[in-house]
C-alpha cells in the first residue's frame, strides 16, 4: 500500500473509531513513516559529547545515493530485518499457531497471508502494550504492517524466485503500465510486480508467480476488508472492554467509493484526494483540517526536523544539537517504538511460529 491508505485511509479509520485528531494524526503519521524512515545508525551531539540514540530504518529507497542498493537488496539479513517484520510480514500459510507446522517449510511460512494468525498476534501484542509511553506510534507501525498484509499477499520479503512476477493483465490501466514486469529489480518482494499490488482501485488483476501458478488478485475489496479489520482493531485498543461496532453505513460507502474511483498511478495524487475529503466533511467526524504529512516524511514540518533541525533526506552528517525536548519528541517515540515492533516480531513472534530470521551485528 501507498500513502493514500498508509496516511489517509489511517486518519480516517482513527477519527471514525474516536481518537482525537492530534492521537490520529500520530496513528497516522508513524503508519506512513514505515515506509520513509531510510535513514539509521548512531547519532551524537556536539554540545553532550558523549551522548547517543542509535535509530533503525524500517525501509529502503532505491533513491538512496548513499547506500549500494544492489548489495541490500541481495542480503538476506538485510532483508529480514527490514522487510520482513515491517513489510511483508509471514503468513505460517495461513495457520494458527496450535494447527502446528508439519509439512512446511521455511518458505512456505514466510509468504505474507491476509490478516493471518500471525498477524494477528502481531495486534494482539500491540494492543497489550497500549500502556506504553510510545503505544501511539506503534499503533501506527502495526498498523502499518498489519495492512501490508492485504496488499502483500502471495509475496515474501526474502530475494527469492518465489517472488518471480510474470504474465501481468488487467484491463484497468493502458497499454503503458500493463505490459510485463521489471526484471531489473530482483524478486524481492512484490518489485517484479511493480505497483499492481498497492493500486487500491484495481478491481482484478492477475499474474503468473514464480510457481507457475496463475494468481487473481482484487485490490478494491481486498482493501476494503483490510479497513474494516483494522477499524476494528484500532476500537481494540482505543476502548478494548467493549464490543467492536460496524462503520456506519454512508462512511463504509465513502471509504469504498474512494478506493474505487481515486484512479491516478500516482499515490501523492490519491492522497490528496483523500486529505480533500478530509476538509470537505465527506465522513461522519465532520469536516477539519487534514494533517499535514511532508514529502517524504523530511524536511520542514516533519517530526525530524522538529527532533534534529535537518531538512536532509538522506543523512550525510550525524551529529546535531541536543535538547531536553529530544527525550520526548515525536521522531525518538516513533524510532523507540520501530525498535520495539522489531524485536518483537524477529524475537518472540516469528520463533512461535518456528520462523527464524536475524538481526544484524
Given at each position: 500500500?501507498?500513502i493514500?491508505?498508509?496516511?489517509g485511509?489511517?486518519?480516517?479509520?482513527?477519527?471514525?473509531?474516536?481518537?482525537e485528531?492530534?492521537?490520529?494524526?500520530?496513528i497516522?503519521?508513524?503508519?506512513?513513516?514505515?515506509d520513509d524512515?531510510?535513514?539509521?545508525?548512531v547519532i551524537?551531539?556536539s554540545?553532550?559529547?558523549?551522548a547517543?540514540?542509535y535509530r533503525i530504518n524500517?525501509?529502503?529507497?532505491?533513491?538512496n545515493?548513499?547506500?549500494?542498493?544492489?548489495t541490500?537488496t541481495?542480503?538476506?539479513?538485510?532483508n529480514?530485518h527490514?522487510?520482513v517484520p515491517?513489510?511483508?510480514?509471514?503468513g505460517n500459510?495461513g495457520r494458527?499457531?496450535?494447527?502446528g507446522?508439519?509439512?512446511?517449510?521455511f518458505l512456505?511460512?514466510?509468504?505474507c497471508k491476509p490478516?493471518?494468525?500471525?498477524?494477528?498476534?502481531?495486534?494482539a501484542?500491540?494492543l497489550k502494550r497500549k500502556?506504553?509511553?510510545?503505544?501511539l506510534?506503534r499503533?501506527g507501525?502495526?498498523?502499518?504492517?498489519?495492512a501490508?498484509?492485504?496488499?502483500?499477499?502471495?509475496?515474501?520479503?526474502?530475494?527469492d524466485?518465489m517472488?518471480?512476477?510474470?504474465?501481468?493483465?488487467?484491463?484497468?490501466?493502458?497499454?503503458?503500465?500493463?505490459?510485463a514486469?521489471?526484471?531489473a529489480?530482483?524478486?524481492?518482494?512484490?518489485?517484479?510486480?511493480?505497483?499492481?499490488?498497492?493500486?487500491?482501485?484495481l478491481?482484478?488483476?492477475?499474474y503468473t508467480?514464480?510457481s507457475g501458478?496463475q494468481?487473481?488478485?482484487k485490490?478494491?475489496?481486498?482493501?476494503?476488508?483490510?479497513?474494516?479489520?483494522i477499524?476494528?482493531?484500532?476500537?481494540?485498543?482505543?476502548k478494548?472492554?467493549e464490543?467492536?461496532?460496524?462503520?456506519?453505513?454512508q462512511?463504509?460507502?465513502?471509504?469504498s467509493l474512494?478506493?474505487s474511483?481515486?484512479?491516478?498511478p500516482?499515490?501523492n495524487?490519491r492522497?490528496?484526494?483523500?486529505l480533500?475529503d478530509?476538509r470537505n466533511?465527506?465522513?461522519?467526524?465532520g469536516?477539519e483540517?487534514?494533517?499535514f504529512?511532508?514529502?517524504?516524511?523530511?524536511?520542514?514540518?516533519?517530526w525530524?526536523y522538529a527532533?534534529?533541525?535537518t531538512?536532509d533526506i538522506?543523512?550525510t552528517?550525524?551529529?546535531?544539537?541536543f535538547?531536553?525536548?529530544f527525550l520526548?519528541?515525536?521522531?525518538k517515540?516513533?524510532?523507540?517504538?520501530?525498535?520495539?515492533?522489531?524485536?518483537?516480531v524477529?524475537?518472540d513472534?516469528?520463533p512461535?511460529?518456528?520462523?527464524?530470521?536475524?538481526l544484524?551485528?
Amino acid at each position: 500500500m501507498n500513502i493514500d491508505f498508509h496516511h489517509g485511509v489511517i486518519y480516517v479509520l482513527a477519527r471514525l473509531t474516536g481518537f482525537e485528531p492530534n492521537h490520529a494524526n500520530i496513528i497516522a503519521y508513524s503508519s506512513q513513516y514505515v515506509d520513509d524512515a531510510c535513514n539509521k545508525g548512531v547519532i551524537t551531539f556536539s554540545n553532550e559529547p558523549h551522548a547517543r540514540y542509535y535509530r533503525i530504518n524500517s525501509s529502503q529507497n532505491l533513491n538512496n545515493p548513499l547506500e549500494d542498493v544492489k548489495t541490500y537488496t541481495q542480503d538476506d539479513v538485510f532483508n529480514q530485518h527490514i522487510w520482513v517484520p515491517f513489510h511483508f510480514l509471514p503468513g505460517n500459510a495461513g495457520r494458527k499457531l496450535a494447527e502446528g507446522d508439519e509439512g512446511l517449510t521455511f518458505l512456505d511460512k514466510i509468504i505474507c497471508k491476509p490478516n493471518s494468525p500471525v498477524a494477528q498476534d502481531l495486534v494482539a501484542e500491540c494492543l497489550k502494550r497500549k500502556d506504553d509511553k510510545y503505544s501511539l506510534y506503534r499503533l501506527g507501525i502495526t498498523m502499518h504492517v498489519y495492512a501490508d498484509t492485504w496488499a502483500h499477499q502471495g509475496f515474501a520479503g526474502i530475494n527469492d524466485p518465489m517472488n518471480d512476477v510474470t504474465d501481468i493483465n488487467t484491463n484497468n490501466l493502458d497499454d503503458l503500465l500493463t505490459n510485463a514486469t521489471n526484471k531489473a529489480l530482483p524478486p524481492l518482494g512484490h518489485g517484479r510486480a511493480l505497483h499492481f499490488p498497492d493500486y487500491p482501485f484495481l478491481e482484478k488483476w492477475s499474474y503468473t508467480n514464480g510457481s507457475g501458478q496463475q494468481v487473481t488478485r482484487k485490490n478494491h475489496s481486498e482493501f476494503l476488508d483490510a479497513a474494516i479489520n483494522i477499524f476494528r482493531a484500532l476500537q481494540l485498543f482505543l476502548k478494548p472492554n467493549e464490543q467492536p461496532r460496524d462503520l456506519l453505513p454512508q462512511d463504509l460507502s465513502q471509504i469504498s467509493l474512494m478506493l474505487s474511483a481515486t484512479t491516478s498511478p500516482n499515490e501523492n495524487e490519491r492522497h490528496q484526494a483523500w486529505l480533500n475529503d478530509i476538509r470537505n466533511g465527506a465522513f461522519s467526524f465532520g469536516p477539519e483540517e487534514p494533517p499535514f504529512y511532508p514529502p517524504n516524511g523530511k524536511g520542514i514540518g516533519s517530526w525530524k526536523y522538529a527532533a534534529l533541525k535537518t531538512a536532509d533526506i538522506w543523512d550525510t552528517c550525524f551529529e546535531f544539537t541536543f535538547d531536553k525536548s529530544f527525550l520526548t519528541c515525536d521522531w525518538k517515540m516513533f524510532h523507540d517504538a520501530l525498535q520495539a515492533h522489531r524485536f518483537y516480531v524477529l524475537h518472540d513472534l516469528l520463533p512461535q511460529y518456528g520462523i527464524l530470521c536475524c538481526l544484524p551485528d
